[in-house]
Structures are given as structure tokens and as C-alpha cells.
């Protein structure tokens, strides 16, 4: 059961710059979005990936006191061969290495997913303090404002919204910041999500988590 009582409104913030992302630690903040475009090569690259018949689901755990560039030397190494693989490298290591920054993070888990059908399809809250979601290629996650659905109803199908404009949708390449139910104040609190609907596209997707 969710914890309801809490001081805040759920807010959200959106900027073209990755300075937003900081929105993210202030109280009453649940989700934090850097809409950013990807690049014309890092988005060759995904697109080419995606459009891959081969499964990919890689993770690993990232000691953020190493060397995380040389860590992810190793990271989706079946698509080296492809342009713009470089690229990609880069803006994980980029991604990663400024959402430990932000957290004082120790220990960084990283996932990448090539998706044909949705993970996650039931509207719900992550029991994670904060987890970096960004789609690399196709339809970006979905998430609730506050009133669109009672919190206590949450993984009850007959209550998730079906009307199109109390869904909301992040763009493909957004960074965004999902704060969950262990933030600290934040009980009660963690932004509502979930993975889209199948529209036929493979979803290439990528998770950081604070571990420690």
C-alpha cells in the first residue's frame, strides 16, 4: 500500500538543457526531463540497432571510482562494426558519469534493452530512489500528472486512463530522471509510468540506477 501523506503537489520539470536534470533532487519534483534531439549519427546508429532481428539485453554494474569509459569498452560490442558505435559509447558514458555526479553515486547499474513488446505495460511507480530512463529508438514511455489516475488503484487495469490527452509521452532521446518510491520524502509520491503499447517498432532503451 502506498504511503498518501505527504506535504507537495508531484511537480515535473522540462528543459533543453541537462542542467534540468538537477530538478530532479528538489522536493516535490518527481520527474525531471532533458529534451534533448539525438545527433543525425547517434541516431543512425539506434535506428540501425533496433532495426537488428538479434535479441540484446546487456547489464552490468559500474564501480564509479574506476574508469567508466574504459568499463564501457566492452558495452553492446555485437554492434561495433556499425557506424556511430563510438557515439553511442560516448553518450552513455557521458549519461552515466553525470548521473553519478548528480547522486554522489558509488556504485552505477546499467541496462540496455532491445524491446519488441512492452516491459512494464501496467501504469505504475518504480521502489527505486532515482532511475535514468532514455529511448534510444522508438516510442518513447509513458507517464501520469497526478490527477489522471487514483494512486491507490494502481495495477488495476479497469482504472488506467484510455483517453489519448491524460497520457502523457516522452520524446525518443529524451533524458529523463524518475524519482521513486525510496527517495527519501518521497513516499507516496514516485512518478506513474509505464511502457507504451507495442506499435510494431522495436524500443532500444537504456536504465541507469543508484546502486549505492
Request: overall charge negative.
Amino acid at each position: 500500500m502506498l504511503a498518501l501523506q505527504r506535504s507537495f503537489e508531484p511537480q515535473q520539470r522540462f528543459g533543453d538543457e541537462p542542467s534540468v536534470l538537477g530538478e530532479a533532487l528538489h522536493e516535490g519534483v518527481n520527474l525531471a526531463v532533458w529534451q534533448r534531439s539525438l545527433s543525425p549519427e547517434l541516431r543512425a546508429f539506434c535506428q540501425a540497432v533496433a532495426g537488428n532481428a538479434a535479441p540484446l539485453a546487456e547489464s552490468l554494474v559500474l564501480d564509479v571510482a574506476g574508469e567508466t569509459s574504459s568499463t564501457l569498452a566492452s558495452f553492446a560490442t555485437a554492434y561495433r562494426s556499425l557506424d556511430g558505435y563510438s557515439a553511442f559509447v560516448d553518450d552513455v558514458t557521458w549519461l552515466t558519469d553525470a548521473f553519478a555526479c548528480l547522486v554522489d553515486a558509488r556504485r552505477v547499474g546499467i541496462r540496455l534493452r532491445l524491446l519488441d513488446k512492452a516491459m512494464c505495460p501496467r501504469f505504475h511507480v518504480d521502489h527505486v530512489p532515482l532511475r535514468l530512463i532514455t529511448t534510444y529508438a522508438g516510442t518513447g514511455s509513458h507517464w501520469l500528472r497526478e490527477e489522471a489516475m487514483p494512486r491507490q488503484r494502481l495495477g488495476d487495469p479497469a482504472a488506467e486512463p484510455i483517453e489519448p490527452r491524460m497520457i502523457e509521452q516522452l520524446r525518443t532521446g529524451a533524458v529523463a530522471l524518475f524519482k521513486g518510491e525510496k527517495w527519501q520524502g518521497n513516499e507516496g509520491a514516485g512518478i506513474v509510468h509505464r511502457s507504451p503499447p507495442s506499435d510494431g517498432r522495436r524500443r532500444l532503451i537504456l536504465t541507469l540506477d543508484w546502486l549505492a
